[in-house]
């Protein structure tokens, strides 16, 4: 089992950043991939960006250029760095591991835009 422990969200503004974090249970470089996830009130959840075990990483158009996925091995943790924040990136965050076949998911972080 993998649990993911996720933290920093909070309250921007459109133009901001923030920086989220999620913190593995095991060893991050064992996990086949690690994934952001957001789910806005009345949507479906969508994938945001991945990492594999081999650092290869993948975002959804939506936030290319903006958003960056990374990992601290040494910390077991993955970030995803969001810059230039839109209103449409408000919602609750998840991290996510898919190790095993299994996917693992944390509790959530909620980032919100102020109008």
Known sequence: QVQLVESGGG?????????LS??????????TAMAWYRQAPGKQREL???????????????????FTIS????????YLQMNS?????????????RYHS???WGQGTQVSLSS
């Open 22 to 31: 999620c913190t593995a249970s095991r060893v991050i470089v064992s996990i």
């Open 48 to 66: 945001v960006a991945t990492i594999t075990n081999g650092g290869s990483t993948n975002y959804a158009d939506s936030v290319k250029g903006r």
């Open 102 to 104: 299994d996917d693992y």
């Open 71 to 78: 990992r601290d091995i040494a910390k077991n943790t993955v």
């Open 85 to 97: 924040l839109k209103a449409e990136d408000a919602g609750d965050y998840y991290c996510n591991a």
């Open 11 to 19: 309250l921007v503004q459109p133009g901001g950043s923030l920086r």
